[in-house]
């Protein structure tokens, strides 16, 4: 295929929206083809003539649709096959996948072979980024499911739009490669308020993770800023802190690692997390956002996927653990099967007891810092604004003297 063909195709059912990566447009394409063959069977099936009607299918009783699906799927097969239509998909589905050996980190083709998944995997990856790229993919699967109110792909859809059904159940293992690295979640925004199996629970990509699996580019979400240890000043690192950043730079993580900085709330948390990075040689971003988003667990988890996208580890100065509410296992952290250092901050060693042992690594305690160092930090954080006040009140003072002598001059003449 030519790349200017290649280009006119419609990778989802918006036109003209394509991703940047190749590989991701392939996968959306397989899920966009293999929806719009389903439909053309359900108008056959249904007996809609769908092209003087132009009508979706209606819906139809559940339990007809489940018993109807072995019933006819010998003359599914044969409509797939001799349809005019369904036939020119089921062409456009044997297009074998680009080969992408160089795939930038974070990117579509780079998780596949990172996590070595495969076909079933990489569709029901794409399909989910489908329903997250393109927002009209949404009543296309309520269509296929034959229920208005899903509008997210779930398993039931993929085990009915794969070729092989069988082998979707390898997905619903918890610990899937999709589910463990945060790449799919069961929606619970989406969930029924009613108890739901397995096959229909919703099934989503974070928005972040989304972008930054299509983008050319890394994405820069709003609430982290890089902590450039190239950049900042060096700090004061005890023996301990040593350590641990030379054991970060041999061992690589294999689970959530959770690094505790003890101290007082106004310890040089930032400066520790930095010198520790640079030692490392780890990137490392600071989260500066809104702390209440931090207590929803999607958020925190979509946050920790993108780190490992990106291999950057993240900094959290809002204390995580703070409080006397007695806590459940792990609570408050996010997916432990992503490969990440995640440092937080504590006050008290006892609000890490709720943390298993095999994610903690030692306690790095903040060292108190001396005069010198106290006046090093007072000038970064505070000289511009003192600059900028001290402009001020100059500025001020220079006018109040001109009005001094105005009313000084005014009250001699009246004199």
């Known amino acids: 295929m030519t790349p200017e063909l290649a280009k006119a195709e419609n990778i989802v059912f918006s036109p003209n929206l394509r991703a940047d990566e190749v590989l991701a447009n392939y996968w959306m394409r397989q899920a966009m083809l293999r929806a719009r063959r389903e439909i053309a069977w359900a108008w056959h099936e249904r007996g809609v003539n769908a092209p003087k009607s132009g009508e979706l299918p209606p819906v139809v009783d559940k339990a007809s649709d489940s018993l109807d699906l072995s019933r006819h799927w010998a003359e599914k097969r044969d409509f797939f096959a001799n349809d005019t239509a369904a036939k020119y998909l089921t062409e456009q589905l044997a297009a074998e996948p680009p080969v992408v050996k160089d795939g930038r980190q974070g ?14 995997s990489s569709f029901a990856l794409g399909l989910g980024l489908a329903a997250a790229f393109d927002a009209s993919f949404g009543p296309v699967i309520a269509t296929c499911l034959n229920d208005h109110a899903r509008i997210y792909p779930n398993l039931m859809l993929i085990q009915r739009l794969w070729d092989i059904p069988e ?19 069961r929606s619970s925004a989406a969930a029924r308020q009613y108890a739901e199996t397995f096959w229909e629970q919703p099934l989503a990509v974070p928005s972040m993770v989304a972008r930054e699996l299509l983008s050319a580019d890394n994405v820069k979400p709003a609430a982290l800023s890089l902590l450039d240890p190239t950049e900042a000043e060096e700090g004061e690192l005890d023996d301990t802190g040593k350590m ?9 993580a294999k689970h959530l690692r959770v690094l505790p900085l003890l101290g007082n709330r106004r310890s040089a948390y930032r400066q520790t997390a930095v010198d520790i990075a640079r030692i490392a040689n780890r990137r490392l971003w600071e989260y500066h956002g809104d702390a209440a988003l931090l207590s929803g667990e999607d958020y925190l988890n979509m946050l920790v996927t993108l780190c490992w996208l990106q291999d950057r580890d993240l900094f959290i100065k809002q204390e995580l653990f703070d409080g006397e509410k007695t806590r459940e296992r ?12 995640l440092f937080v901050t504590i006050t008290e060693r006892r609000d890490l007891k709720h943390i298993e042992g095999e994610l903690l690594l030692p306690v790095a305690t903040i060292p108190a810092l001396s005069y010198e160092n106290r006046l090093v930090v007072w000038k970064n954080e505070f000289e511009d604004d003192a600059k900028k006040y001290r402009k001020i009140l100059t500025e001020v003072s220079r006018r109040f003297r001109y009005e001094k002598e105005t009313i000084r001059d005014i009250a001699a003449e009246l004199k």
């Open 167 to 185: 082998s979707v159940l390898t997905l619903s293992d918890p610990m899937h490669p999709l589910f463990s690295f945060g790449l799919l979640r």
């Open 107 to 120: 990117s579509f083709s780079w998780v596949v072979n990172e996590l070595a998944l495969d076909e079933v």
């Open 330 to 341: 792990n609570e408050g952290l996010p997916l432990v099967s992503v490969p990440i250092t």
């Open 244 to 252: 641990l950043a030379y054991r970060l730079r041999a061992e690589k």
